[in-house]
């Protein structure tokens, strides 16, 4: 079983960058994911979440309006689009796997990814 993310970059504020989480070993659309995450010296932090119905939560007010999460089922993926990106978004993202119910804490999910690099700066 595994998420491996990808996407991230170095992007020029005001830009957009897709995430991808992709999954391997299991059917991706029957379980929750979330996307997280750490800037440096900080707690990793729920950026959203999108639960096996396909619906989707932002959690992180400062992102909502500008971040969204979809799915690919034929490419068992699901996306975090970030658009009209901030310096302040800069951290590690990282897509997480779990059952049930969405979920902002990071503790509530067994399964990581790797994450990957997002730094927004001009």
């Known amino acids: 079983l595994q998420l491996v993310e990808s996407g991230g970059g170095l992007v020029q504020p005001g830009g957009s960058l897709r995430l991808s989480c992709e999954a391997s070993?299991?059917?991706?659309?029957?379980?929750?994911i979330g996307w997280f995450r750490q800037a440096p010296g900080k707690e990793r932090e729920g950026v959203g979440c999108?639960?096996?119905?396909?619906?989707?939560?932002i959690y992180i007010d400062s992102v909502k309006g500008r971040f969204t999460i979809s799915r690919d089922n034929a490419k068992n993926t699901v996306y975090l689009q970030m658009n009209v990106l901030k310096d302040e978004d800069t951290a590690v993202y990282y897509c997480?796997?779990?059952?049930?119910?969405?979920?902002?804490?990071?503790?509530?999910?067994?399964?990581w990814g790797q994450g990957t690099q997002v730094t927004v700066s001009s």
């Open positions: 997480a796997r779990k059952d049930v119910t969405c979920s902002p804490f990071a503790t509530d999910f067994p399964s």
């Open positions: 070993g299991f059917t991706l659309r029957y379980y929750t």
């Open positions: 999108m639960g096996s119905s396909g619906g989707f939560t």
